[in-house]
């Protein structure tokens, strides 16, 4: 956990989402427990003992003596351990610390954030009605349908695994799985899978599976999701739905809109992508790059959007309310997604840790070349972001019901002067480390990038002539540029191709 609390700050502390002070004179308060269980279940946070809030919102300690301490922890440990008060203990000795605060001291307890699998925490053994979650106005009884989600998310098999049973492939839209095909087999050509019959193929990308009850191949939760028909989706997932918004003119509701349940089209999450996708790309102005004298469509933004896209549906929790919505104004998209976030607001900026909550989709979107498995795509949007000097990317988390929402601006930041040359005109701000890269630096990156044609590879001594540098300047700019150029081979013969974006 993040350093929460710190003595040598406590007359500057004051109570949030992550800090809560109880006066405990008369013992352990009661509704400390719940505070416990709202930590447990959102971001974790710390439990002060000893201290109250003044009306001006500054701390003063409530008179907790040395004398106190041994029977305020032999109680907190007897009831952590006490399965009828909390169904698990996550604290071990290092995260109660006491501090001496003058003459008085208190009891700092720091509460970690439970696992996916040791969720819901909860209290008084009663999970329904005894679990709770913190927000910034303090801790809030979680509703039913929000334990639930906590338990499906236990498992390590994702809920789009589950096999439905009472499902016949038959069932699944013919000619969105063609349109898949195609798409794979566009992509990677001679793939092993492109000789299996429909329902082989589908076997084999997660969408279908054997029944242990009667032996036979039937559509998977992940394969109903994405390849049926929205009539027959919601058959397993009521609350399905999928809504894209297109706000583009203020005297206009909606200038465009796409619903699931419009009967229209097949409402299922593949066709929902690639409609969408086509739409958000149409108006937004991307600015294109030019290689070997050839404007290249497809660049960076164009990938940030399609892993935006992905991440979104890839993510949801289909048995959530309010469904899948996709805004697109002017100079914003939003994607808003039933389901919190398994990994927590900050590794899902951080990246380098993949916890999709609906794995087998994510297969079936990898297969065709879309979306990251490692966890690295959310950290690339922000990257792509502040390559082109926008806005950063802001990443919300609301609770009841449960939503996460990602807005992406197409905005420049404040104080950016307006685009004047060529290279400017990029509106590049790579970042080495923590540190902006000087204009110099930048110009370097552009030539280079402007240089490499897609399909052909590079030796080192091609960009060292280009630039005119030595070798080991050379070699530093382009492991610089990882996001956009690719190694390949050993260290002799190591050539540099651009990466498809």
């Given at each position: 956990?993040?350093?929460?609390?710190?003595?040598?700050?406590?007359?500057?502390?004051?109570?949030?989402?992550?800090?809560?002070?109880?006066?405990?004179?008369?013992?352990?308060?009661?509704?400390?427990?719940?505070?416990?269980?709202?930590?447990?279940?959102?971001?974790?946070?710390?439990?002060?003992?000893?201290?109250?809030?003044?009306?001006?919102?500054?701390?003063?300690?409530?008179?907790?003596?040395?004398?106190?301490?041994?029977?305020?922890?032999?109680?907190?440990?007897?009831?952590?351990?006490?399965?009828?008060?909390?169904?698990?203990?996550?604290?071990?000795?290092?995260?109660?610390?006491?501090?001496?605060?003058?003459?008085?001291?208190?009891?700092?307890?720091?509460?970690?954030?439970?696992?996916?699998?040791?969720?819901?925490?909860?209290?008084?053994?009663?999970?329904?009605?005894?679990?709770?979650?913190?927000?910034?106005?303090?801790?809030?009884?979680?509703?039913?349908?929000?334990?639930?989600?906590?338990?499906?998310?236990?498992?390590?098999?994702?809920?789009?695994?589950?096999?439905?049973?009472?499902?016949?492939?038959?069932?699944?839209?013919?000619?969105?799985?063609?349109?898949?095909?195609?798409?794979?087999?566009?992509?990677?050509?001679?793939?092993?899978?492109?000789?299996?019959?429909?329902?082989?193929?589908?076997?084999?990308?997660?969408?279908?599976?054997?029944?242990?009850?009667?032996?036979?191949?039937?559509?998977?939760?992940?394969?109903?999701?994405?390849?049926?028909?929205?009539?027959?989706?919601?058959?397993?997932?009521?609350?399905?739905?999928?809504?894209?918004?297109?706000?583009?003119?203020?005297?206009?509701?909606?200038?465009?809109?796409?619903?699931?349940?419009?009967?229209?089209?097949?409402?299922?999450?593949?066709?929902?992508?690639?409609?969408?996708?086509?739409?958000?790309?149409?108006?937004?102005k991307i600015p294109f790059k030019i290689?070997?004298?050839?404007?290249?469509?497809?660049?960076?933004?164009?990938?940030?959007?399609?892993?935006?896209?992905?991440?979104?549906?890839?993510?949801?929790?289909?048995?959530?309310?309010?469904?899948?919505?996709?805004?697109?104004?002017t100079d914003k998209l939003v994607l808003?997604?039933?389901?919190?976030?398994?990994?927590?607001?900050?590794?899902?900026?951080?990246?380098?840790?993949?916890?999709?909550?609906?794995?087998?989709?994510?297969?079936?979107?990898?297969?065709?070349?879309?979306?990251?498995?490692?966890?690295?795509?959310?950290?690339?949007?922000?990257?792509?972001?502040?390559?082109?000097?926008?806005?950063?990317?802001?990443?919300?988390?609301?609770?009841?019901?449960?939503?996460?929402?990602?807005?992406?601006?197409?905005?420049?930041?404040?104080?950016?002067?307006?685009?004047?040359?060529?290279?400017?005109?990029?509106?590049?701000?790579?970042?080495?480390?923590?540190?902006?890269?000087?204009?110099?630096?930048?110009?370097?990156?552009?030539?280079?990038?402007?240089?490499?044609?897609?399909?052909?590879?590079?030796?080192?001594?091609?960009?060292?002539?280009?630039?005119?540098?030595?070798?080991?300047?050379?070699?530093?700019?382009?492991?610089?540029?990882?996001?956009?150029?690719?190694?390949?081979?050993?260290?002799?013969?190591?050539?540099?191709?651009?990466?498809?974006?």
């Amino acid at each position: 956990m993040e350093k929460l609390f710190d003595i040598s700050k406590f007359d500057s502390y004051k109570e949030d989402n992550r800090r809560e002070v109880k006066k405990a004179n008369g013992g352990l308060p009661n509704d400390m427990w719940e505070t416990y269980s709202a930590y447990a279940n959102t971001y974790g946070g710390v439990i002060i003992l000893g201290v109250r809030e003044l009306d001006d919102k500054h701390w003063k300690t409530t008179g907790l003596k040395v004398a106190d301490k041994e029977k305020l922890l032999d109680n907190l440990w007897n009831l952590l351990h006490n399965r009828n008060k909390v169904n698990i203990n996550l604290l071990t000795e290092s995260d109660v610390e006491t501090y001496e605060v003058g003459a008085d001291i208190i009891i700092v307890i720091k509460v970690p954030m439970a696992k996916r699998s040791e969720k819901p925490v909860y209290i008084n053994n009663d999970m329904f009605n005894q679990t709770f979650r913190r927000t910034s106005s303090g801790d809030y009884k979680c509703t039913r349908l929000q334990v639930k989600a906590m338990l499906r998310d236990q498992t390590e098999d994702t809920m789009d695994m589950e096999i439905l049973d009472d499902a016949e492939l038959s069932e699944l839209n013919a000619e969105t799985i063609q349109g898949y095909r195609n798409r794979h087999r566009t992509l990677k050509a001679g793939h092993p899978f492109e000789r299996l019959d429909d329902a082989e193929y589908l076997r084999s990308i997660g969408a279908a599976a054997i029944s242990r009850g009667d032996k036979r191949l039937h559509p998977t939760a992940a394969g109903m999701l994405m390849f049926g028909d929205e009539f027959n989706i919601v058959r397993h997932f009521p609350e399905y739905f999928l809504d894209y918004r297109e706000m583009l003119d203020p005297t206009i509701r909606w200038t465009d809109r796409l619903q699931s349940s419009s009967g229209e089209w097949s409402g299922n999450v593949c066709d929902f992508y690639f409609r969408v996708y086509n739409k958000i790309i149409k108006d937004i102005k991307i600015p294109f790059k030019i290689s070997g004298g050839d404007r290249i469509d497809d660049t960076p933004v164009h990938e940030a959007i399609r892993e935006a896209l992905a991440n979104c549906l890839i993510n949801t929790d289909y048995y959530g309310v309010r469904g899948v919505v996709i805004k697109k104004e002017t100079d914003k998209l939003v994607l808003e997604n039933p389901g919190y976030i398994r990994t927590g607001k900050t590794q899902m900026r951080r990246g380098g840790e993949s916890d999709p909550r609906n794995k087998a989709l994510m297969k079936m979107f990898n297969m065709i070349n879309i979306g990251e498995r490692a966890g690295s795509g959310v950290p690339n949007i922000f990257n792509v972001w502040e390559y082109e000097g926008w806005m950063e990317p802001v990443i919300e988390e609301k609770f009841d019901p449960d939503r996460t929402i990602l807005t992406l601006e197409f905005k420049k930041k404040s104080g950016d002067k307006k685009p004047t040359t060529k290279t400017d005109d990029k509106k590049a701000a790579i970042k080495n480390g923590d540190k902006k890269v000087t204009k110099k630096t930048q110009m370097q990156y552009d030539r280079i990038l402007d240089f490499m044609e897609y399909g052909k590879e590079y030796s080192i001594q091609d960009f060292c002539q280009l630039l005119d540098l030595k070798e080991s300047r050379t070699k530093e700019l382009l492991k610089q540029l990882g996001y956009y150029i690719e190694p390949v081979g050993g260290n002799k013969n190591r050539r540099y191709v651009r990466k498809k974006q």
